[in-house]
Nanobody, 118 residues
Framework: QVQLVESGGGLVQAGGSLRLSCAASGRTFSSYEMGWFRQAPGKEREAVAAITWSTGSTYYEDSVKGRFTISRDNAKKTVYLQMNGLKPEDTAVYYC???????????WGQGTQVTVSL
């Protein structure tokens, strides 16, 4: 059983920062890539950032480039999302996800709320 547990969400003023963490566990856990997604009320879920475990190659959605940084700690099986310069439009539930052998994001965390106020 693979488990992903997110933490670090909260309420912050515009311009502030938050750091999200996603800890992976499970004896059979083996993935190539981890991703952060978000879903705002009334909107579809969107990919925010992703990183590969092996090389650390990263992907960022255009609206977060230069503000968000994804990183990983292989030893701890933990992925982080450092979010700086937060904007009200970043308000959403943030989820981390891990892919499986087929390359699909098959494992999801429970989500953590991020709220950015003016």
């Amino acid at each position: 059983q693979v488990q992903l547990v997110e933490s670090g969400g909260g309420l912050v003023q515009a311009g502030g920062s938050l750091r999200l963490s996603c800890a992976a566990s499970g004896r059979t856990f083996s993935s190539y890539e981890m991703g952060w997604f978000r879903q705002a009320p009334g909107k579809e879920r969107e990919a925010v950032a992703a990183i590969t475990w092996s090389t650390g190659s990263t992907y960022y959605e255009d609206s977060v480039k230069g503000r968000f940084t994804i990183s990983r700690d292989n030893a701890k099986k933990t992925v982080y999302l450092q979010m700086n310069g937060l904007k009200p439009e970043d308000t959403a539930v943030y989820y981390c996800a891990a892919d499986d052998a087929s390359g699909e994001y098959a494992y999801w965390g429970q989500g953590t709320q991020v709220t950015v106020s003016l």
